[in-house]
Nanobody, 119 residues
Framework: QVQLVESGGGLVQPGGSLRLSCAASGSIFSFSTMNWYCQAPGKQRELVAGITAGGSTNYADSVKGRFTISRDDAKNMVYLQMNSLKPEDTAVYYC?????????????WGQGTQVTVSS
């Protein structure tokens, strides 16, 4: 049973920083692409950042230069360093573990962690 547990969310002032963590268990973590998504009230869930098994990263345009995704395969952890936070970054942030090989795919989600950026 794959389990993803996010932590590190909270309330922060504009311009502040947060570091989100996601602990994975039960998955073939080192072979998976790990992603962070966010969902604001009334909006669809959207991709914030992703990191492949090989370490390649991609970011939403809105967070480029401010957020950094990283992974530690030895610890089965993925992180999202969020700097220069803006009120529009307020959302629930979800960790996602995605793996695809041939016709086999797996797609797992954490329960989410709330990030609120407000003065």
């Amino acid at each position: 049973q794959v389990q993803l547990v996010e932590s590190g969310g909270g309330l922060v002032q504009p311009g502040g920083s947060l570091r989100l963590s996601c602990a994975a268990s039960g998955s073939i973590f080192s072979f998976s692409t790990m992603n962070w998504y966010c969902q604001a009230p009334g909006k669809q869930r959207e991709l914030v950042a992703g990191i492949t098994a090989g370490g390649s990263t991609n970011y939403a345009d809105s967070v480029k230069g401010r957020f950094t995704i990283s992974r530690d395969d030895a610890k089965n952890m993925v992180y999202l360093q969020m700097n220069s936070l803006k009120p529009e970054d307020t959302a629930v942030y979800y960790c996602n573990d995605y793996f695809a090989l041939g016709r086999y795919t797996s797609d797992y989600w954490g329960q989410g962690t709330q990030v609120t950026v407000s003065s």
